[in-house]
Structures are given as structure tokens and as C-alpha cells.
């Protein structure tokens, strides 16, 4: 998603999305890991996006069976308009758009999970399965210290206090 796209949505989530620093799973065993937008990939829940396939393997199965509609829907509109079936048109265009648009964003996410994957490579970290809040995670890495400092900037939608804040009026 552009950030000129990203301009155009509500306040409150432009915040969550452009200014926060971290994300917050676990992989397969119970510990807590601060993933970065770029490094969580297509990850187990979603921070961000509205996906129904969290593997890769997953993605590139509905990614391989979009192929064959994405093609064939701009051929059977081609066919229709040259035979000027009006319903074939409708039905050809609409197809064309649903199918092409759903296996360019099959595309996309795949190579952003190719991305992903190379940057926790690099730092170690294992793929995101299980989404945390806030809370969670900030509760998880008090109890185990790590290099993420407890401030509001690392925990935006923790509804704790931190240190430092003044009392709730």
C-alpha cells in the first residue's frame, strides 16, 4: 500500500500503520518476538491488510489457481465483444477485474513474503504465527527483558501506564 493510499484512511490507523515500530508475535513456541511492517510478511494474524491465507505455500496455491481466470476472463471478454453479447460482456468484464486484480495481489503479497522472509533471516526471527496486543507483549517482555525499551512508542495501544505518564483525568 502506497502512502498516498494511506492518507486516505482514518487518522487512527494511519498512526498505527506509519508510525509504529513494532509488531508483536510468536512463532511456534511461546516467546514473544518485535517484528518491523517490512519483516512480518504475511504473517499468522494480521497487523495490517485483511488476508484469508496465512501460509505461503497457501498463497501460492490460490495465487497458481487465479492464473487460469486471470487469463481466461480477458479472453472471453475479447470473444464477447467481438460477438456483441451484452451479458457475456458484463459477465467477461467483471471477471477480468475480480480475477486479474486477485492474482495481482496474490503476486504482490507473495513477493513481499519473499522480502519478509530474507529480513528475519538476517535478524533470526521466526515467521509471525500468533498475533499479540499490546498489552500482551508488553507484559511478556517485562517478565523477560529484551532490547525494546517499555516506552509508549514501542506499546501505542498498551492501556497501561507507563513510567512517566501523569495521572488519568
Given at each position: 500500500m502506497k502512502r498516498e493510499a494511506l492518507l486516505a484512511i482514518d487518522p487512527a490507523a494511519q498512526k498505527l500503520l506509519l508510525n509504529r515500530p513494532y509488531f508483536y508475535a510468536t512463532g511456534m513456541d511461546r516467546t514473544v518476538h518485535a517484528y518491523t511492517k517490512d519483516e512480518w510478511g504475511i504473517g499468522?494474524?494480521?497487523?495490517?491488510?485483511?488476508?484469508s491465507v496465512h501460509t505461503t505455500t497457501g498463497l501460492v496455491?490460490?495465487?497458481?489457481?487465479?492464473?487460469?481466470?486471470?487469463?481466461?476472463?480477458?479472453?472471453m471478454l475479447i470473444i464477447a465483444l467481438a460477438s456483441v453479447n451484452v451479458i457475456v460482456v458484463i459477465f467477461g468484464l467483471l471477471g477480468a477485474v475480480l480475477f486479474t486484480g486477485g492474482?495481482?495481489?496474490?503476486?504482490?503479497?507473495?513477493?513481499?513474503?519473499?522480502r519478509a522472509s530474507k529480513k528475519r533471516k538476517l535478524k533470526g526471527l521466526p515467521k509471525?504465527?500468533?498475533?499479540l496486543s499490546d498489552d500482551q507483549a508488553r507484559a511478556w517482555l517485562e517478565s523477560n527483558p529484551s532490547h525494546i525499551a517499555i516506552t509508549r512508542e514501542n506499546f501505542p495501544d498498551s492501556t497501561r501506564p507507563f513510567p512517566g505518564d501523569g495521572p488519568a483525568t
Open positions: 499468522g494474524s494480521q497487523p495490517t491488510g485483511n488476508y496455491v490460490v495465487t497458481a489457481l487465479m492464473t487460469i481466470p486471470a487469463l481466461g476472463a480477458p479472453l492474482w495481482l495481489l496474490g503476486v504482490r503479497s507473495l513477493r513481499r513474503e519473499l509471525p504465527r500468533f498475533a
